[in-house]
């Protein structure tokens, strides 16, 4: 059996590199005589060259789409005047300057959840929204009462018997 597998798989084999091949091949060429090709155009005038365009940098780059990062945590520190707010994290402590919009109603000891990006070295904050409350644990039930013991089966009612006839003889 596995002779018979071992020559079916060089067989798929063959057959596979062999149609590669078969494919690549050109065509063979027809006896047609070739048809003559058409007869050049003159050359056209060069177009001036349009002004370069400033290469981006990758520092640019990064300017144009920071990456927003989200903290989790309890508010150390708000401060309205200076447009900033301290987040202490479960790493660590994040400090961004908010708009005021963002600031209104937030208060030290807040359970938050902020979301900021790095602009030129600086957190900006792009939202902040009170943290989702946990679950509340759900309460352990009462213990079930003890089952009744089970009483014991009956036995079950024994059918009469009836004696056995004797044999006859022929």
Not at 7 to 33: C, D, G, H, N, Y
Not at 74 to 94: L, P, Q, R, S, Y
Not at 140 to 153: D, H, R, S
């Amino acid at each position: 059996m596995k002779r018979y597998l071992a020559i079916v798989v060089a067989l798929l084999f063959v057959f596979a590199i062999s149609s590669v091949a078969i494919s690549q091949e050109k065509p063979a060429a027809t006896k047609e005589a070739p048809k003559p090709a058409a007869p050049a155009k003159p050359a056209e005038p060069a177009k001036p060259a349009e002004p370069a365009k400033p290469a981006v940098k990758p520092e640019e780059k990064k300017a144009e789409k920071p990456k927003v990062k989200q903290i989790t945590g309890e508010v150390a520190a708000v401060d309205a005047a200076a447009k900033t707010i301290t987040v202490k994290g479960k790493k660590a402590d994040v400090t961004m300057t908010a708009d005021p919009k963002l600031l209104e109603g937030v208060k030290v000891g807040d359970k938050v959840v902020a979301k900021y990006a790095v602009q030129d070295g600086k957190n900006v904050a792009k939202s902040i929204k009170p943290a989702p409350k946990p679950k509340p644990e759900a309460k352990p039930a009462k213990p079930a009462e003890p089952a009744k013991p089970a009483e014991p089966a009956k036995p079950a009612p024994k059918p009469e018997a009836k004696p056995a006839e004797p044999a006859k003889k022929p």
